[in-house]
């Protein structure tokens, strides 16, 4: 999809999400009618449904890890296509009504992966406190703000104190400062096309009670130097203890390599599963236009060769 005016994209809501920010940051995307939904879950299935163009959903935090919500729809409910990453800094803030003090805080409300996110302040500062999880962490926001309860804080980005008119009591109380999470934009019919900076996710689902089956999979890739960017096992949700792997590798599908291996995982594998192939976030447009340079010179010394080989 090449513009997005007039689409309508779906998105984990209310507003004043880090969700809504990540998205926010897209320039193109910013054109669509943005639509919140009060799930993760819901805003992939709005995709699946026709009730939106796109989602737009959360699926790494680089402190918590994977969002099991999303890749576990993505694995096992819809077969919807990734067709942008989008990665934003993550700063979390502890808020609460006006004249609210930190000491009056029992129970803080937000996202659990947020929430998880702030382990240590909690603890050091908060250790009785009660945390609630809630859908989001502007729905926690939100609560706070419409509540009568002088006890309640919530765990949010600034724009949901600006936005639910709540005071921050303590800024960027994450445990780790280069708090980032990463974001999927979906769709249900369309590849993204190469760029020359892309990356690929497949799911293998593997042999089971056959020894080296991961290995056979991970051979494959580099038997033909494709890198890994990431591998992470999933309950398979069939058995205890079967699993598939989800990974992430450097490059495209019209990228003949890696056409190329994913054709013999299709042959080898019970299953493999397409997420998507995409631009990769923050990518070096001077490194992309290398990639595509080297990789049209290539193509044009392959072509020749083959042009002189007898009929």
């Known amino acids: 999809m090449k513009d997005f005016a007039?689409?309508?994209?779906?998105?984990?809501?209310?507003?004043?999400?880090?969700?809504e920010e990540a998205l926010r940051s897209q320039a193109d995307l910013g054109k669509a009618e943005l639509i919140p939904y009060p799930t993760i879950a819901a805003a992939i299935e709005a995709v699946d449904l026709g009730e939106t163009d796109c989602g737009f959903v959360a699926i790494e935090n680089s402190i918590e890890g994977t969002v099991a919500a999303t890749i576990d729809a993505l694995i096992f409910?819809?077969?919807?296509?990734?067709?942008?990453?989008?990665?934003?800094?993550?700063?979390?803030?502890?808020?609460?009504?006006?004249?609210?003090?930190?000491?009056q805080i029992k129970k803080v409300l937000s996202y659990p992966h947020a929430s998880a996110q702030c382990r240590l302040f909690l603890q050091k500062h908060l250790p009785d406190a009660e945390v609630i999880a809630?859908?989001?962490?502007?729905?926690?926001?939100?609560?706070?703000?419409e509540s009568s309860d002088p006890a309640l804080g919530a765990?949010?980005?600034?724009?949901?104190?600006?936005?639910?008119?709540?005071?921050?009591?303590?800024?960027?109380?994450?445990?780790?400062?280069?708090?980032?999470?990463?974001?999927?934009?979906?769709?249900?019919?369309?590849?993204?096309?190469?760029?020359?900076?892309?990356?690929?996710?497949?799911?293998?689902?593997?042999?089971?009670?056959?020894?080296?089956?991961?290995?056979?999979?991970?051979?494959?890739?580099?038997?033909?130097?494709?890198?890994?960017?990431?591998l992470e096992s999933r309950p398979s949700k069939a058995a205890l203890g079967e699993y598939c792997?989800?990974?992430?590798?450097?490059?495209?599908?019209?990228?003949?390599?890696?056409?190329?291996?994913?054709?013999?995982?299709?042959?080898?594998?019970?299953?493999?599963?397409?997420i998507g192939s995409y631009p990769v976030a923050n990518s070096n447009?001077?490194?992309?236009?290398?990639?595509?340079?080297?990789?049209?010179?290539?193509?044009?010394?392959?072509?020749?060769?083959?042009?002189k080989i007898d009929d």
């Open 6 to 19: 007039g689409c309508k994209i779906s998105y984990l809501g209310p507003q004043g999400t880090f969700t």
């Open 77 to 103: 409910n819809h077969d919807l296509f990734v067709i942008r990453e989008v990665v934003l800094d993550i700063h979390l803030n502890l808020m609460a009504k006006p004249e609210t003090k930190l000491a």
């Open 134 to 145: 809630t859908n989001s962490t502007a729905e926690a926001a939100k609560i706070v703000a």
């Open 155 to 230: 765990l949010a980005p600034a724009v949901s104190a600006e936005l639910y008119k709540l005071e921050i009591l303590e800024r960027a109380i994450e445990d780790f400062k280069d708090n980032q999470t990463r974001f999927f934009l979906l769709n249900k019919d369309h590849i993204s096309p190469r760029t020359g900076h892309d990356k690929t996710t497949v799911v293998c689902f593997q042999l089971t009670d056959r020894p080296g089956s991961l290995l056979s999979i991970l051979a494959q890739f580099s038997a033909r130097n494709i890198n890994l960017t990431k």
């Open 245 to 274: 792997f989800v990974i992430d590798l450097e490059g495209h599908i019209e990228d003949p390599v890696v056409a190329d291996t994913l054709s013999e995982l299709h042959r080898s594998l019970p299953e493999l599963k397409l």
């Open 285 to 307: 447009d001077n490194r992309a236009e290398d990639i595509r340079e080297k990789s049209a010179k290539a193509e044009t010394w392959l072509s020749d060769l083959l042009s």
